[in-house]
């Protein structure tokens, strides 16, 4: 086939995003007391990671941890942790790892995966839960404002601020993260 398809105009818009979900639940009820809904952006590594497993299947840009935090130490409301700790494409860790012992401790929460496919969208939504045992057990007591999520190598995928959550021995903080693809047809 020949022909001059220069004047053809090919587009493609790929938007990639993260919807995050916070539920704020009793542990003795299973009751859902608050929950919060989140539009979300991936971080600059996030998507070098996207790029290096799409180019040779790079295992380092596998999504394996979801990281909670303190977020900003002066931000005691949703609105005050805003205030310079809004997610940026820059950003490379959580800005708030919780204090234990005089020691900055970052806790790593082990993550379900489930690939979400159909029409046009491709999700992959992922969920961790802060509840109980001797990791979480750790948050008793701190109020966590902030998650993100970690690849294989180490490197931010994404993170988001959420409206301060005083963890406690009653409490469960469950996190859904869905990275979403969508693609739309080209105009010709």
Known sequence: MTGDYSRMRLESD???RGDFYVNVRNVHTND??????????IVGSGFAAVIRFLNDGNQDGIVTSLRPGVGARNAETWEGALGG??????????????IKNGQQVYWDLPIQKEPIISSNTYQLKITATLDGGELTDSFNGVTVKEAGLFLANGDLFSRQIHPAVEKTSDIAIDYEWRISLRSTAPSV
Not at 32 to 41: A, E, H, L, S
């Open 85 to 98: 700790e809004t997610p940026d494409t820059g950003d490379t860790n959580i800005a708030g790892p919780i």
């Open 14 to 16: 790929l938007p990639v």
């Open 32 to 41: 859902v007391i608050r929950r919060y809904t989140i539009k979300n952006m």
